[in-house]
Each structure stands twice: as C-alpha cells, then as structure tokens.
C-alpha cells in the first residue's frame, strides 16, 4: 500500500510477537539447552539425557518406553476413531431436524474442563458395579466388573480371561478407556468444524449427483469427502498435534499411574516432581520433534492454500 | 474539479507489465472510458489513479498535485466499485456519510448532505435500510451516492453497471451521463464493454496488453480507428477483416481476395500505393453491408456472392452470418431480406466505408479527406 | 409445461402413505443420531443427577436408581461453603475475562497486519507464527517460571489481590495464557480477515479512512463471528485451565475453580457427591456461555477451517 511506512505492520503485530516470543520462542530454544544439561542444569552432560530414554534406566520412577508407546496409541488410535466418527455424525446431524440440539449434546464434553471431566469418568468407571454405570451395564450382560483405569492388560483380559501377558504394552486396557475418553471429549469438535465444511457444500452439487443416479453412500464417498477434504486435513493435522501433546486427561484422570503415562505427563512428572529438569527437558524436545512433520505438512497445506 | 495527468506511467507486476509507459491527459470536466478486454490493465490504471497500487514507473498529477506517493486516503477521489462495495454493517445514510464523517464533517452536516446526495439519485426512502435489504439497482445508486457526496475532485468507477440487468444497465447509463453533465466533475470510467463507452464517454482510451491503443471522441474510434485491435474492438457487432491482395491497374488500384476484384476509391490510392503486389488487411463493418434490394443511398457498392450460414432476425435487422471460401463475415442488413439459410445470396459492400490497415504493423493506412466520387466501383464474381 | 392438461390433484392417502415410508426409511438415522447423542450425554447427566443426591445414596446404588423426591441441594451447600469456594470462582473470572479480552484484541491487530499490509517476508512470518502451534504449553514453563521468578514485583495489586508482576499475579497469568492462545487466534482471525472483500478496504480507504479506522470501523465490525468465536474458545480454554494455574499460581487465594476442585479431589477422596457438585459448578458458567454464543461458532469456525 502507498504511502505506509515499512514499520507500521511491524507495530500493529508488535504485541503479539513480544507475548510470541517471550512465552513460546525463548522457552523452546531454552529447552533444547537445557536437554543437554543434568538434572539441575548445571553441567554439560551431551546426549545422556536423551540416551536414558532410549534405554529407559529406571522404568519404576520414569518409564519412558511405556510413556512413548502409550504417545503412539494416543496419536493413532484417537485419530482414526474421532475424525471419521466426527464426519459421520456431521453428515447425520445435518439430516435431521433437530441438528442443533443433537450437536450440542456431542459438543458438550469440549466445553468441560478436563479436572470434571476426570470427576464424571472416575464416577463412570467406579468399580462397584452398583455404582460405576459402565461396569453396571457390563454386569448386566453378564460380565465381570473391570478396574478400567487400574488394568493394564490387554483388552481380552475381560472378555477372554485371556492373561495380560499375551498383548505387548500398549495395548493395554487403561490406555485405551483414556483415549475413549478423549474421543468423548474432541469428538464433538471435529463433528462442529466437519459439519460447518458441509454446510459449505452446494446443494446443486448433491442434486446433480442424485440426478445421475448415485446414492447416498456413493455421494458422501465420491462427493462430500473429496469436497471436504482440505477440512478434514485441517480437523486432522489439529487432533494429531492435540494427541501428540495430550497432558491435561491422563494427569487428570489416572496421573500417569499403572503404565498410562504419555510424553509430556512423563516431562511432567520428570520436571516438577522428580526435579530432574534436563531429562524432563529431553523429553520435551522429542516431543517437539514429533510434533516438526505435522507442522511441515500444515505450511504445506497453507502455503498450497496461498496459492490457489 | 481537476484534470488528471499519467506521464510515462508503467506497472509491473513482477515480470508482468500490467500498463505500459501510459501517456494520457483527463482534462478537466472530462466523462473519459479507458475500455479493453479484460486483462488490459484498464482496472490497474484506474486502482493506480486512486492510490490502491503503487505505480512502478512514471507520475500521475491530479490538478497541479504529483500523487505517486499519496495514500488513497488523501486524493479526494470518489471511487464506485463493480462489487459497490457498500458497508454491509451500516445503513444506506452511515455508507453514503462515512467518509465525510471521517474527513470531520459536523452531524448535521452529514446528514444535510447525504439527504440531499440521496435526493438527487432518488434514494431518500431508503437511508435507513441496511444494504442487504437492497435490490442490485438500489445497491448501485447508494455506491453512486457515497462517491458524489463527497463532491471529490475526480470520479473513479469501475465497471460499475456489470452487476446490472440488461434493462437496468440501460437506464443507470443514462443516469450517470445526466450526473456527469449536472456536477461537471471529470469522471474516469473503467468498462469493457464498448456500447457503455461509445455511448457515455466524451473521449474513449482503448488499452490492450497494457498498451493504449488510441485515445479519441467515439466517433472518431468508430469512423477511424487506428490499428486492427481498436477497429475490431469498437462497434456491436465487431467489424469483419479480410485480407485481399493489393493489384494495381493502370491508374487504379484494386483488391484481390476470393476470385473477387475490387476497385480502390480514389481516395484511399495514396496510402495503398505503397502495397502493390503485397496483402492488408481489410475492415468492414458488417452495418456496411447491404442487401442489394435495400440499398441505402450514397453506397459505393462492390457486391460479392456468399453462402448464408445463419440469419438471426432481431426485427428492426437482421444479421447475416456469411461464408465466401472458409472467409466467415457478418453482414447487418435490412430485414425484409430474401436471404435464407444454406443458399447462396448476392450482398453488397459499401466500399466507401472501408478500413485499411498494414498486416504487420496492424496500423490504419489512412485515406484523403476528400469525400469520395461515385466513379465506376465493381465487383467481378 | 402444456395448458389445458388437467393436472391430477394430489390426493391425501397417497401423500400420508409416502410420508409413513419415508419416516420409516429414516429410522435407522434418526436411531444413529439419537443414540450418539444420548450416549455422549450419559457421563454428564449422570454427574449432574449424582450431585443432587445423598452422599450414602450415592455410596451404594446407582444415578439410575434416583428418584425426584430423594434429591437434595446439600451437597451444592457444602461445597459453596467450603473455604474459598466462592473466591475461586470469582479468581476463575478474573483471569478467564482480560485474558479473552487481551487475547482478542492482540490477536485482531497481528492478524489485520498479515491480512491487509503486504510487507517483505509475511508469508514466512506467519508460518512461523502458525507453526508455533505445535509447541508442548509444558515445555515452556519451567523458562517462563524463571523468568517469572526473576521479573516478581512483590507488592500487592489493587482492587483485585496477588501480585503486581511474576509468580503469583494476575496480570503475570493473563499474558500467559494470552500467549499461549496467539498462535491459534491469529490464524483463526488472519483468515477471516483476509476473506472479507478487498473492495470493502479499498472503498474505506478512498473514503478517507486511517489504517486504524479501516481496522476499527470496517474489519472488526464485520468480524464479529470470528471474534464470538475465537472469544468462546479462548474462554473456554482459560476457564478450563488448570496447568498454567497449578505452575504459575501457588499462592491458594489466588486458584481458580479447576484448581481448588483439583485439591478437592485430593482432599475427598471419593466422597463424590461434593466433586460432582464442585465440578457442576465449575462447568455451569463455559456451559452457559457456549449455549449463549453457539450460533457463533458455526460461522466463526467455518472461516477458521476454509479460507474463504
């Protein structure tokens, strides 16, 4: 624009740089330095710190394979189910008349913190069949009450009375009760975002398809996912990076306790309680790093956006 | 009130060069078109006049004022968008008010002069409304009024009838005509479409690829067009081209093209001479065409034969979409024509009335003034 | 469409007969819809119907089991009575308030910046900006306590309590959690901002107005979705925080709802009619809001997740 002088943006994003760098940029970089430091940042130490989480020295104080696996499910496992339970229930909800009231019900859960989420899933879970309404119904059909937070075994263990032995680690029935919680909560998140792309969807578009003869399974394959695509992509990227950072549920819920510990709850956990600041510092760096492909493949979708 | 000056003015747009080293005075008072096809650089002239792009090269002056470097802000110039671009938050009164209330106007000034600017354009009901409860015509008189209440120095507008109805497009174009006359102002109007431009505008600038083409009265556009684009350019519908060889005989000139063989009027002998033996191009507008049985007087007739393609009867005309040889021209006749469909039909141009121009420079090859005698012009099928 | 046909006048049987099959045929979707939506509802509604309940009722049988004359606001007194209760939640409203409201209004003129002033590098910067996203919220506190620890100005603030500045501040909390809201808000706003119409600006500015009155007058006024929207989320967000609080807040009258209900949860143990009662409370007020604002986010998202 003419006549604007080359610092005037620059002060208009000023604040925002200054909050930007000062909580986001300085503590990153200051995290690397400190993953290379000992526990109370002192001395050099290289890699060490970054060598015990491979090795995993001490599984009973930190266990950060169990952590690292667990991470993966979460990323995995959280995804695959949100997402397309998101986009099915945006399709349904759009078909009925009482869309809004039923998408409030599944967006509920986004607007309570994780402290009473944890209050309403330990309520949930409680043990005493007579009391826990999930352990309730499995009675009901005939099962055995389960202690879904506590148990780590495989999730045959109740339906085969299979050992927990036979599974390896990380699919173990705890773990996975959290992350059904966390579809619980997010789920309603990516059906409001998935179901506002819909609405954005031509209605020609849908009726021509109708008019050519496909039905409603062939359009929602051929036309509504292909047309939702870069909301999906979006609603995606924003599940993986909230999966990859999860914190709040599991500290919340289990405290990382019986082998539920993820990344950032061990970085915790590492920092604040254990006081040992470059491993905790380690840890958050490998998180970063994971976190490095999801961001690349944002700009890479931003930048194509840009483009077009 | 101002002329407006573009001296030497070029914009790039990275590799692109959008408008190319533009000379052009707007004088004062002035209703000037910049017309062209799209991409021409029309619009990017005009957003250079309004200060909403810098210009790469050259200077503009607004009156005396060199503007290069001032902000939109402070040129005093009214803009009306294609889009109209009206404030959707605000009521038609707030959209035609906002900027004299942030040039600081008084409360009661405003509203004194938007009531009256709304007078004026006949819109004083709707001042309250928001936009959207406005139909497309409506939209387009509270976009004139926001630009004439500011009584600014120029007026800027930039296609602003596209968005119009065939119907309604006809009457706002009178009605913008009638405001030009009555404020005097000097308005710069960007369109593409040429009837707008031959029928509004005092001088027309043709511009394409970022070059103007010619700059001139519409009927001087119309009657003499300096280069093929301009020729083909002006004029509904657009006028047809052939490209004969030039012959000459004796002391006359003629032009070879399809086992045709017409006779150059004296007048135009001068400017072909120098063609002998060599290809033009050759303009005609399909109005200059005739039916042989519906001649009008004064044609100086070369008649070809020709297969008829298509006839289009509009009533007060009908067009004549015409085949000689794989060479397809238009022909704008009377409507009582016997013509039909894929038959032969004899037509008759008025040689008169033809276009020259060099095959490679595409420039007008000029005629003498003088009015050209009815001496013994035929056509031998 | 030829005149002087009779048309055959559609009956009545035939139209309520189609009627019949094509509610019959919806059945499947209304059963999907209504069942989601119930089962996502279950964990809530059995929190909420428990906190009404007696604490031995609640020991010993079901939320399923309740019946409308054994409920009882007791457990709703107890918990208000409880030692800063009441402060808490007032704490909770006064970090969640200027934090949203620093977080808008920081947001909106970094993101006009990178919407409508072209200027060298921008793109970059915004990636930048974007791809801070990722960053783990955990990973930054450890430097920013220090940081804190090291900028503490140990007078009391007027009117509100705490600190001026650093650990233990009000003002300390809301640049935090306004920082960490920035990467989100300013993309959510610079893509909204940057789909408004360019001729919108550009008429604004020909009729004489300021970059700050284009911004003021015409931007923000337009914005108003996006702003419901990033305004909702950002609430929700701080309100539900309790991480930023735990690190930054130690001082007990300063904790907001999630934290005191956290230490509730320690102190309790499972004596649950006073967590769920303390957690109702805590979600009544984000409920309120998203209920009050929902029409918001639609819009608001939309422009978040597609570029218009």
Redesign the interface.
Known sequence: ????R?W???L??L???L??A???????I??FR?SVLDARSDGFVGLDNYQAIIENPNPLVADTHSALANNAMWLVLFTAVTVPLGLV?AV??G??R?E???K?????????????A????R??LEFNP????VN?VVTEFGGQPTAWLQDTGAPQTWLTERGPDEIPGPVQLNNLVLITVGV?MW??FAL??L???L??ISTEMLEAARVDGANEWQIFRHIIVPTLR??IV??TVTLL?NA??I??LV??ITGGRFQTDVV?TL??KQ??INRD?GA??AL??V??LA??P??LL??RR??S??AA | MARVLFDHVTKRFGEVVAVNDLNLEVTDGEFLVLVGPSGCGKSTTLRMLAGLDAITEGSIYIGDRRVDNVPAKDRDLAMVFQSYALYPHMSVGDNIGFGLKLRGASKSQVRERVERAAETLGIEELLERKPRALSGGQRQRVALGRAIVREPEVFLLDEPLSNLDAKLRVQTRTEISKLHRRLGTTFVYVTHDQVEAMTMATRIAVLNLGLLQQVGPPQELYERPANVFVAGFIGSPSMNFFQPVVRSEGETLRLDMHGLSIEVPARWVPGLLPYDGRPIVLGVRPEHIHDPAYLPSGVLPASIRATVDVTELMGNETFLHLDREGTRFLARVDPRTQATPAQEAEVVIDVSRMHAFDPETEQRIEAQAAPAEASGTEAVS | MSLGVPVPAREGRPALGYWFRATWARLPLHAAVIGFAVLWSVPTVALLISSFREPSAIASSGWWTATVDTLTLDNYRTVLDQRGMGRSFINSVLITLPATALVVLVASGAAYAFAWMPFRGRGLLFLVVVGLLVVPLQMTLIPVLRLYAAMTVNEELPLLGGNVFGINSFTGIWLAHAAYGMPFAIFLLRNFFSSLPRDLIEAAKLDGASEWQVFWRIVLPLSVPALAALGIFQFLWTWNDLLIALVLLGDPDLAPMTLRITNLVGSFGSSYQLLTAAAFISMALPLVVFFAFQRFFVQGILAGATKG
Request: neutral net charge; hydrophobic residues 65%; without cysteine.
């Open positions: 624009m003419l006549g604007r080359w005037v943006p620059w208009w994003m604040p925002a740089l909050l930007l000062t909580f986001l940029v300085y503590p990153g200051d995290t400190r229930l349904l909800t078909r009925v009482y809004a009231a039923a409030s019900a599944i967006f509920i859960p986004m607007a309570i913190s994780f402290v009473a944890s209050v309403i899933w309520f949930m007579s009391v826990g309404t309730a619980w789920t309603g409001v975002v179901s506002a792309g609405k954005g870069p909301v979006v609603v990076i990859l950072k914190f709040d500290w919340v950032a970085f915790f920092s604040f600041f905790g510092a958050a760096v998180l970063l976190v490095v999801l961001m944002n700009i931003f930048q956006e840009e």
